[in-house]
């Protein structure tokens, strides 16, 4: 059996486990450059920004926003994702059970008249 994939962005076909990896990847360098930033960062793109362009100096503020922005974008895209895989995981579980259980489905005409159809007497 193999393991299930899905598309993300219509590009990457990842498992379960790259995705996870991936995500948890992604985390973990957002908790490492949002300090950096706040100590370090703003001042310095700030100063940057004074000397080549003046009119952008405001928009370091919202920076932050931005930073949340993505962070929910994110969590909404890792529950979709996530329960993607949830849902091939289940339908791969029972590759081979029928649909509806045999006592629902109601017989054909062929299998209704076929001869073999009838006990043996």
């Known amino acids: 059996m193999s393991v299930p994939r899905i598309k993300v962005y219509g590009l ?6 790259q995705y996870v990896a ?3 990847g992604t985390l973990l360098l957002l908790a490492l450059l949002t300090p950096l930033w706040f100590f370090y960062g703003h ?3 700030r100063d940057f920004l004074r000397a080549q362009a003046p009119a952008l ?3 370091v503020e919202f920076v932050p926003f931005v930073v949340l922005a993505a962070l929910v974008v994110e969590a909404i895209e890792a529950w979709i994702v ?6 091939l995981e289940a339908a ?5 059970a029928p649909r ?6 109601k017989p054909t005409i062929k299998q209704r008249n076929h001869p073999r ?3 043996s007497r």
């Open 12 to 17: 990457l076909s990842l498992t379960k486990r």
């Open 22 to 24: 991936a995500l948890i």
């Open 43 to 45: 001042h310095l793109v």
């Open 57 to 59: 100096v405001p928009a």
């Open 82 to 87: 996530l329960r993607r895989f949830a849902r």
């Open 92 to 96: 791969s579980a029972v590759p081979n």
């Open 100 to 105: 509806t259980p045999r006592t629902l489905t």
């Open 117 to 119: 159809s009838e006990p």
